[in-house]
């Protein structure tokens, strides 16, 4: 899968590394919220991102493809893309 890019013409990218641990998910899943449908952001971790995936498949069911760009042992990088077009919330409105 290529790279898609944000409506700016970019791909969103967030360095883990360089945050606080509490900051990391909510910067993640604002930008999530703020993608296009067809667009993504990459992640760089030193760490298995597993968490958070694991609470994009029960948050967003559907909403998001997870694709490892590279997977340790001490970096990781995730690219995930917005495949939906309907809203955040869990109403089943599309």
């Known amino acids: 899968m290529t790279e898609a ?10 360095d883990v590394r360089m945050l606080a641990a509490v900051e990391r998910h909510p910067r993640i899943f604002g930008t999530l919220r703020a993608l296009a449908p067809g667009a993504s952001l990459l992640i760089t971790s030193d760490h298995e991102p597993r968490p958070l995936h694991y ?27 917005r495949q939906d077009t309907g809203c955040d919330c869990c109403c089943g409105s599309h």
């Open 5 to 14: 890019q944000n409506a700016q013409g970019q791909t969103p990218h967030i």
């Open 55 to 81: 609470q994009l498949e029960t948050g967003f069911p559907g909403k998001f493809a997870w694709d490892y760009l590279e997977q340790g042992p001490e970096i990781w990088r995730v690219q995930i893309t």
